[in-house]
């Protein structure tokens, strides 16, 4: 498509010819369904293919959909153990497509998102090996250096933990219904983990967001990831509230927020103990306040949950809007998991 709403592939074209970008052909586009935060689209000539992200049309929340972070740990990682899409452009303003956005070179592959899909890649032993895989590369992102790859000033080095239960609860006040009858126990297991901040394990770079369909793995072997995507809430911080996010994941409730039968939560998957397990034994660190780290997990799930409800609330009715609450890929059952993920937290903390 040579037209899309929220890409205007004209001004694009200018904006890369302007920084050098080699050009052949008519610049082309197409949205990538699957997006339920920033809008991902392919955009191809002749010659390239390049994968660009930038926020979502309608309901943007504070501190979230930075472009600038998300390229910025790419770049950073370009040369690390850790495999990554290439870095492109990137522009932190509205001056191109009006809105910022980032965009990295195509990586070929297999983002396994469904239980069909997980189902073709082959039997137990092939999605055993997947996942150590997945978690060795999780585990090779902690061991990374910041400062060996810039990212020495990517966030703050220690009061980690403190700032993501600051930071969701004020996100639940932006994204919560009036008069909403989930407020009772989302402020109560928020309190609970503001009163119950372990100290940080360590500091590392956390992608914030870890799970098999964010990466792209090899389409002949999938025991080899080819790239981790979705960097949008990368920053320094406590490795093992990502480990316990990831684990977190395999939830029931993520089929909800992502409004299919998903990979990440099919039953020939590890359990969260065992992925647990798993990570700890790769990393060699123990799980230190594991409890706390899994509450915090279902906390934030449940946010990014009401913040996907927001911004389908939000949505015009555009029917070409990939937002829009009449596209078959709508996210219209995010809302009814908050409720199941924040009882999850609390009787974890329990």
Known sequence: MTSLDGLDLAALDRHLREVGIPRTGELQGKFISGGRSNLTFLVFDDASKWVLRRPPLHGLTPSAHDMGREYRVVAGLADSPVPVARAVTMRDD?????????????????????????????????????????????????????????????GKPSGYLERQVRRWGSQWQHVRLADDPRNGDVERLHAKLADSVPEQSRTSIVHGDYRIDNTILDPQNPTVVRAVLDWEMSTLGDPLSDAALMCVHRDPALNLILNEETAWTAPQMPSPDELAHRYAMASRQPLAHWEFQMALGYFKLAIIAAGIDFRRRMATENPENPENPDNPDSDDRAGQAVAVLIARGLETLS
């Not at 032993?125 to 590369?137: G, N, T």
């Open 94 to 154: 509205d001056s191109v497509l009006g809105a910022p956005f980032q965009m990295v070179e195509y990586v070929a592959g297999n983002v396994v998102r469904s239980r069909v899909e997980l189902d073709a890649l082959g039997g137990a032993d092939v999605v055993s090996a997947c996942v150590d895989s997945l978690i060795r590369v999780l585990v090779d992102l902690h061991e990374v250096d910041p400062d060996a790859v810039g990212l020495s000033d990517f």
